[in-house]
Every structure is written in C-alpha cells, then in structure tokens.
C-alpha cells in the first residue's frame, strides 16, 4: 500500500499576505470532507517557512506538511547563504525537495551532490524527495531511460538501503512549466522502470516506495496521472500556487486514493 501524496512545490513564490491566504484558502477546503489517509504538503521558499508553519499550526490539519525546496550538503559551518537540514526541521518541515532540475541546470548540481542533501534531510529525520528526470534533447534522442538509469544508479550508490525512506519525482525537464505535460502512458512507464531498476537492489523497498510524478501537472489531467499504477503523488509547479487548483489536485487524489490499489 503507498497512499498518493501531492506536495506543493512554490519555487521562487509568495509574500507574507498572499501565503497567509493561500493556506486559509487550502486548510477551509480540507476541512470540507478530504477523506483522510494520505498526504499533502508544500515547499515554501526559506524565509517564508516560520510563518508557514505557524500557520499550518493555526488551522490544525494533521495531514498538510510543509517542505522545504533545498538543502545544504553540509551540516554546519563557513556556507553562506547555505540552509542545514537541522535548521529546516526546527521549521518543522517534513519534506525536503532536492536535485530538482533548476538547480542541477542553473546551479550545477550533480547527481553526488543531491545523494549527500538526500542524507542530510535523513539524517535529520526528513523525508527527500529526489528528483530526476531528462531533457528534451534527452528524450527526443531515444535516451530517456538511459538518463534516468544512471540518476537512480548514483542514488543507489550513495543512499543504499536508506532509499526506501526517500520518495522519487520523475520530472521529465521538458514537461515542467512547459504546459506539455507527459501522457499517464508515457509517465507510468518511466515509474515502472524506476521500480524495477529499484527492486533490482531491494525488492521491498521498492514496493513500498513512493515514485511522484511532476511537470504541468493540472486539475483537468490529475486524476489520469495519479490512476496509473506505479504514479504515487504528484510534485506540482505552476498550479502548487493558486489555492483553488492546488486543491482541486488534492481533490483528483482522494478520489483516487479511494477508488485505485494504491
Ligand atoms: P510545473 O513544475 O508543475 O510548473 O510543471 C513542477 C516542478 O517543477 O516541480
């Protein structure tokens, strides 16, 4: 059993007035009949995470969490500008997002290095969520899989059996805030693939293993993604930051949750 989980992931978004109208919006929804047994939490930028927090606190949903969108390699020292891990989770964040593919692209970030983030949010007692996926050119030339081979490979390598309290995004670069989201198809089998090359190090790890999907997911194509059978949650952009479509998301998984063998 995997229960869906959509998490929210804001980017570089939100003011103190509109993340205070955004949870209110979010929390008066849930509170109107979300069937509970799953999961749903959201990645605010760094400075925003005290009030959020709070906030969460304020319209006391236990299943809404929040996350964080990146965090440091290292666990204390002489990093400026660097967020530790320690420091997220005295914020009270449960989920740390990391090698999403703006910052491998925009700040070189290798494969190693978000292993040894994935870690720090462990050992911190935070869930990571790894990201991987490939490019356009990537995928336009046949080597999509092979691309993902080798991203799952490393993290294998590095996080071993600690893997297993990890969740995956498959986030294929040319469906994120393309609007061109990959097809259930086209998703579900990436997924599979990833369980398979998981299973071939740990089978029980990957059955429990939670694979989200993300890129232009959207409250019209939710529900088809999140059906497909090795589609465990969704990691949401652009439609993670108005309230209404974020919930409408949420929404598309309870009924999912309800209905599939997730
Ligand atoms: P998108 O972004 O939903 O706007 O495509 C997804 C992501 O970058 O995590």
Redesign the pocket.
Known sequence: MRPLIVIG?W?MNGSLASNADWVKTVCRGMEQGMPSGRQYAFCAPFPYLSQCGQLIRDCSLAFLTLGAQDVSAHTTGAYTGEVAASMLKEMACKFVIVG???RRQLHQETDELVAEKALQALDCGMTPVICVGESADERNSGREVEVVRGQIAKQVAVLQDRLADCLI?Y?PIW????GLSATPEQAQSMHEFIRGRIAGYDEKAANTLRILY????NPINASQLLVMQDIDGG??????LDANDFEKICLAAASVFTTSTH
Do not use: D, M, P, Q
Request: proline content about 0%; charged content about 20%; hydrophobic content about 30%.
């Open positions: 992931n980017k999403h593919s703006e995004a986030e469906a994120i805030g393309t993300g890129g232009s997911v990691l949401i952009g652009r439609c993670s």
